[in-house]
């Protein structure tokens, strides 16, 4: 994934940008050609993630067990925060942040991935524009290499287990629109696992506009040409473990493992092809919140629990042993509970990254000259991004996709009608909505922005909520 030249370490970008043989190699070699894929027959069962025989690490053991009782709690307090997503953002923006430690409702997660993002806003400010990309050829060489890594994403997820299926066909109209959105980009392969998890969870068009967030808020220029981000965030990464594992960092300095060799693929995808699943979601509920300061946080618990100890250090005595250990996480360090735990108790805020990512840019200038890409300013998080483009009651608007009509009346229900008083009010309700993905909102007089939000919040929902 890397290599040593003589001016320094520098990432062999081909290897994530170019060739498609590299990086997902690991899952194309569970299952490969045409003939196993589209003829594949399994008695397993597939486990609520989608994942067929239960891959991607998950057991019994990895996930907390939520009781039904709870989930439908969570669902009605996420359903009020999203149809009033301005004022609590606005205004109690930690109560979000604490919902989104606890566990975003699967049923929800999607969609409050996208307005945790920003991707609903963007996606509300360029209609049109994703069918727009969609209905184009696209730049043949990146589609060659888009199309080569198609059925090296999530192999096992029902979704893309067939070649040809619609999880890889949307998968390719979300990876060939970025390409046409971001032309001076293209594709990196490490986006591929990105755009994956998304489809899991929403429609193409709202996964593009995610993706869009995640390439230009979260994680701006980690999927440019020379990867000079990663190296970047890479050293900032090291330099932190100082602090969080004063036994880790002196190992890692000491056998020079250069950050890049084991912390690339766990950055650059998001942890999603590292973790369990049941924790892939839950650091994914985070970031989306809190930004990257989640993923660096992991990567420091990792980092200390694998390496943080001299007892742990008598196994991997060399460079070899280390990364070997680094590559094999052991199961306990990562399951749902442990996990979360050691994520919200790690002292490590975003200002100290910042503080950090200067540093080491000084550093970066000094040694190799100015950034070849130059990439916009990072945003920590949702709060963030939201300030930065605040968005109108417009752009948060939800779209009932399903409308119940109210039911038809018979002879017999008119003829009662005609006998009661003509000044009594109609008894018939006005037509229902129902919409699992996008619940309806309140009327909203104006088309105002955030700022001017002044409407009371509440923890709970005062109307019915047809979602349950």
């Known amino acids: 994934m890397a290599r040593n030249q003589e001016n320094g370490l520098q990432t062999d970008s081909q290897n994530l940008r170019g060739n498609s043989e ?17 003829g594949f027959t399994t008695e397993k069962h597939t486990d609520k993630y989608g994942f067929i025989g239960g891959a991607q690490q998950h057991t019994e053991e990895s996930a907390q067990d939520i009781p039904p009782e709870v989930v439908r709690q969570r669902e009605v307090k996420w359903l009020d925060m999203l149809n009033s997503w301005d004022k609590w953002m606005a205004k109690r923006h930690k109560k979000i942040k604490l919902r989104c430690q606890k566990g975003i409702p699967p049923s929800l997660r999607g969609r409050a991935w996208l307005f945790l993002s920003g991707g609903k ?47 890889q066909q949307d ?12 032309p001076e980009e293209g594709y990196c392969q490490a986006q591929a696992p990105i755009a994956a998890v998304l489809l899991m969870h ?35 990464l090291f330099a932190l473990l100082r602090r969080v594992s004063t036994v880790a960092y002196k190992h890692l300095k000491k056998h020079k493992i250069d950050p890049v060799l084991y912390m690339t693929e766990w950055f650059m995808c998001a942890f999603s092809r590292t973790l ?34 001299s007892d742990k250090l008598k196994v991997c005595q060399g ?18 509970g442990f996990l979360m735990r050691e994520i919200i108790e790690l002292q490590v805020s975003e200002r100290d990254i910042e503080k950090e990512h200067l540093v080491q840019l000084k550093r970066w200038k ?79 007089q104006k088309d105002t922005p955030l700022q001017q939000s002044n409407q009371s919040l509440s923890s709970s929902s005062t109307e019915q909520d047809t979602y349950l």
Not at 23 to 32: D, F, M, Q, V
Not at 202 to 225: D, H, N, R, T
Request: hydrophobic content about 35%; some cysteine.
């Open 171 to 182: 998968l390719y109209r979300v990876l060939k629109a970025y390409t046409l959105y971001r």
């Open 366 to 444: 000094e040694t190799h000259g100015e950034l070849r890409c130059k990439s916009p300013p990072r945003m920590h998080g949702a709060r963030a991004i939201m300030i930065a483009d605040p968005p109108t009651h417009k752009d948060l608007r939800q779209t009932p996709t399903i409308i119940m009509e109210p039911p038809l009346e018979d002879a017999s229900s008119k003829q009662k009608k005609k006998g009661k008083n003509k000044r009594e009010p109609p008894s018939n309700p006005p037509p229902e909505t129902l919409s699992p993905a996008h619940p309806s909102s309140p009327t909203l």
């Open 22 to 38: 590299n990086l997902l190699e690991r899952e194309s070699s569970s299952i490969g050609s045409d003939s196993e894929i589209n």
């Open 202 to 236: 929403m429609p193409a068009e709202e996964a593009f506009w995610c993706l869009v967030q995640i390439c230009e808020k979260y994680l701006p220029g980690y999927y440019s040409a020379g990867l000079e981000a990663i190296q970047l965030d890479g050293e900032v």
């Open 276 to 309: 369990p699943w049941a924790s892939v979601l839950r650091v994914w509920d985070m970031f989306f919140c809190e930004g990257v300061k989640i993923i660096f946080r992991v990567g420091l618990v990792l980092l200390k629990n694998m390496l943080g100890s």
């Open 319 to 336: 460079l070899y042993e280390s990364m070997e250990l680094l590559r094999t996480v052991e199961p306990r360090y990562m399951q749902e």
């Open 121 to 167: 806003v963007k996606l509300e400010q360029n209609h049109g524009k994703f069918q727009e990309l969609d209905s184009k050829v696209g730049d043949p060489n990146w589609l060659d290499v888009i199309e080569k890594d198609l059925h090296r994403q999530f192999p096992f997820h029902e979704m893309f287990v067939s070649r040809g299926g619609h999880g």
